[in-house]
């Protein structure tokens, strides 16, 4: 490379920058559904970003070896580590090593990163932030019922209106029940199950002929001219397939007779038996609670992790919104979770259950800028106050200006660039500024300071045609002793509220 050759500025593929408005309404959503999370008893632990390799074991989201569906690295005695690619095996190792210091059940909110190591796309990033909330040590599907009354409260409380959304439940044992009819138990057919699984999560994406293919011989990203990448299928016999896809539409009218209908198609085996008896017990906890009109019974839903052992779930936003392509869809999953029975115990000597639900922030943000949720107004803050600079020479006149402000509680900057009037005013508007502060030396000597409204100004400059007349109007400007600086900026801020 030559030297004088710079580098290029590129951003990693699959990964994505925020600005500030994006962290503000990140910022702003979370607060909210922290404040739901606390009000139902749980508390926020932190776990790394990296965990070892063998602690998620056969749980990697594609294969049971590093750096694949993770990223993974050897530290310096060689051994094998890689970042979390979610918040709930982190968790479980967390809880076994804490064991017998937590309170059990073990109630516990965790925000943060998580990475996968899969090919990027629309919407697919390979770093995305999740919000988990958990409890460990409850064998009760009770638990499971309460985590998707939080849930739905938690949809409630970012700005979804009763009706934009539906937690949707189902049961992995009733889903076991569905490969035992079918010839798929038995450890031997574990990745078979898992394939299947994994086609019938993307039915809300790719419709019931979608996951007829993956649950056959295969799927074209185009079907219809079979180009793209190409996903292998199950390989499933026609009569199988037919098997699980009545299954998936076993939904009906109401709790009681989707429960009737899975004991139907399920309730021989004793797994399937053991699913629906919980599907039952959840439909009436919530319907004893008041949210059996959000909270459903779904078969529909199986989570693609292959650590659920029993009830699943999953938020879904019922609303449309154009694609990529400029078709009118659902929104869809934001959201989702279940019980996985054995993911603690695999370190105890006891049995460790627990259930547990994670949001994706990214997607549950983009779906309130959808809706113009109310709580995402403050996320398009005004910026801060901006004290111009008039004299560079008496720079420390206007940083006490500055800390004036401050020190009554408005958010203010200091101009620090080596530009003019002009060229501060063009900044203070991209800093969305709510007023400037400017004070030449005649304003010192006088003891004033001139405030500069830029809201009411924008405002009264649409009817001022020429600059003559704009400097003869000087719009929303008003002069204010130094000592009453602070109250007439706040009367401008409370104006603009």
Do not use: H
Not at 212 to 241: C, H, M, Q, V, Y
Not at 263 to 268: D, N, S
Not at 286 to 291: K, L, P, W
């Amino acid at each position: 490379m030559a030297s004088d050759q710079k580098l290029k500025a590129r951003l990693p593929r699959g990964l994505a920058d925020r600005g500030p408005a994006d962290v503000r309404a990140t910022e702003a959503m979370l607060t909210k559904i922290r404040e739901i999370y606390e009000l139902y008893g749980f508390e926020a632990v932190e776990t790394p970003l990296l965990e070892y390799t063998d602690a998620l074991g056969k749980f990697l989201p594609d294969q049971d070896r590093p750096n694949e569906g993770v990223f993974s690295l050897q530290d310096d005695d060689e051994q094998w580590m890689s970042l979390r690619y979610d918040l709930t095996a982190p968790l479980a190792r967390f809880a076994a090593e804490n064991w017998t210091q937590i309170p059990k059940p073990y109630r516990s909110y965790r925000c943060g990163w998580v990475f996968r190591n899969e090919k990027p796309g629309p919407g697919r990033f390979r770093q995305f932030m999740q919000f988990d909330a958990d409890t460990v040590g409850a064998a009760s599907v009770a638990a499971d019922a309460e985590i998707c009354m939080m849930m739905a409260d938690a949809m409630e409380a970012v700005g979804l209106k009763r009706g934009d959304y539906v937690v949707k439940v189902n049961n992995r044992k009733v889903l076991d029940g569905v490969m035992e009819a079918i010839g798929l138990s038995g450890d031997e057919n574990a990745a078979k199950r898992l394939t299947v699984l994994r086609a019938i999560d993307k039915l809300d994406k790719i419709g019931p002929e979608g996951v007829r293919d993956l649950l056959g011989e295969g799927r074209w990203e185009n079907p219809k001219d079979k180009s793209g990448d190409f996903t292998k299928g199950a390989g499933l016999e026609a009569a199988a397939i037919d098997v699980v896809l009545a299954f998936t539409a076993a939904r009906r009218e109401g709790a009681d007779a989707t429960v009737a209908e899975l004991a139907r198609l399920v309730g021989e085996t004793p797994k399937g038996a053991e699913g629906v008896a919980e599907l039952a017990e959840i439909a009436s906890l919530v319907a004893a609670a008041g949210y059996a009109d959000r909270i459903l019974i779904d078969p529909s839903v199986v989570r693609g992790l292959e650590y659920y052992t029993g009830p699943v779930y999953e938020a879904e936003l019922t609303f449309e919104v154009p694609n990529e392509a400029g078709q009118i869809v659902r929104f869809g999953s934001v959201g989702g979770g279940g019980r996985y029975d054995g993911l603690v115990s695999r370190f105890l000597n006891e049995p460790a259950p627990a259930t547990g639900f994670s949001i994706g922030v990214s997607r549950l943000v983009s779906a309130l800028k959808a809706v113009k949720s109310p709580i995402l107004a403050d996320a398009d803050a005004v910026g801060p106050v901006v004290v111009l600079v008039m004299d560079k020479d008496r720079m420390g006149d206007y940083l006490a200006l500055t800390k004036t402000l401050r020190d009554a509680g408005i958010r203010a900057e200091c101009y620090l660039g080596s530009s003019g009037m002009k060229a501060q005013m063009k900044y203070a508007d991209r800093r969305k500024a709510p007023c400037v502060i400017i004070q030449g030396s005649n304003e010192r000597d006088a003891g004033i300071v001139q405030i500069k409204d830029l809201v009411a100004g924008a405002e009264a400059a649409k009817s001022i045609e020429s600059n003559a007349e704009w400097k003869a109007a000087r719009p929303a400007q008003v002069e204010a002793k130094v000592e009453d600086l602070v109250a007439t900026v706040r009367d401008i801020l409370a104006r603009q509220a």
